[in-house]
């Protein structure tokens, strides 16, 4: 199974301030990953997929790179709707695996 | 507007059995991969189990394979998860979501979650 790695784990920022996630898979995802944010008692919400397609309707403060093994997930200019936790998921091939997540905390 | 109405997230004992039901509505149910994924509570999100647009293939975690069968009823607009022998680590929100048109395996729309409690 694909493993995927995010860091850091927390993330303390405040608002007006870029800030970057980085997932690691532990084998070759090509661009199969997707990213989503997730609120407290919410479902989660794709943001970014084939690593650095924007969903429709998301804000252009978010934005994904990467491919292969190593992605990155930035948020510029941190609004306090962004406060929340980030995952990304691999969808290379099953089974489907997710980040353990990053929670974006105001400072 | 894509919906989806999830039901059957209950308190079971170990070793119980509980089907979880997706109503979808707003989209053409038929097309699509669905999902079931889970979150449980204070943890991470787990992807579950994945059932292609006909109902031919299915795919499941580890975690669940040979206690946990999704299935699809096209002709309901409705996701089904029957889970069997469950035990106290299925304790989770139970989400379905759906796949993109575009890029099959992420999930665009997600139902609101059904809470399963497996304890004694």
């Known amino acids: 199974d694909i493993q995927l790695t995010q860091s850091p784990s927390f993330l303390s920022a405040s608002v007006g301030d870029r800030v970057t996630i980085t997932c690691r898979a532990s084998?070759?995802?090509?661009?199969?990953l997707a990213w989503y944010q997730q609120k407290p008692g919410k479902s989660p919400k794709l943001l970014i997929y084939?690593?650095?397609t924007l969903q429709s309707g998301v804000s252009s403060r978010f934005s994904g790179t990467g491919s292969g093994t190593e992605f990155t997930l930035t948020v510029n200019s941190l609004q306090p709707e962004d406060f929340a936790t980030y995952f990304c998921?691999?969808?290379?091939?099953?089974?489907?695996?997710f980040g353990q997540g990053t929670k974006v905390e105001i400072k | 507007e894509v919906q989806f109405l999830e039901s059957g997230g209950d308190l079971v004992q170990p070793g119980g059995s509980l089907r979880l039901s997706c109503a979808a509505s707003?989209?053409?149910?038929?097309?699509?991969?669905m999902s079931w994924v889970r979150q449980a509570p204070g943890k991470g999100l787990e992807w579950v189990s994945s059932?292609?647009?006909?109902?031919?293939?299915?795919y499941y975690a580890d975690s669940v394979k040979g206690r946990f069968t999704v299935s699809r009823d096209n002709s309901k607009n409705t996701l089904y998860l029957q889970m069997d022998s469950l035990r106290a680590e299925d304790t989770a929100v139970y989400y379905c979501?759906?796949?993109?048109?575009?890029?099959?395996?992420?999930?665009?729309?997600w139902g609101q979650g059904t809470l399963v409690t497996v304890s004694s």
């Open positions: 979501a759906k796949d993109t048109v575009v890029f099959e395996g992420a999930n665009d729309s």
């Open positions: 707003g989209f053409t149910f038929s097309d699509f991969v």
């Open positions: 059932i292609s647009s006909s109902g031919a293939y299915t």
């Open positions: 084998q070759d995802i090509s661009n199969y």
């Open positions: 084939a690593a650095s």
């Open positions: 998921q691999q969808v290379n091939n099953y089974p489907r695996t």
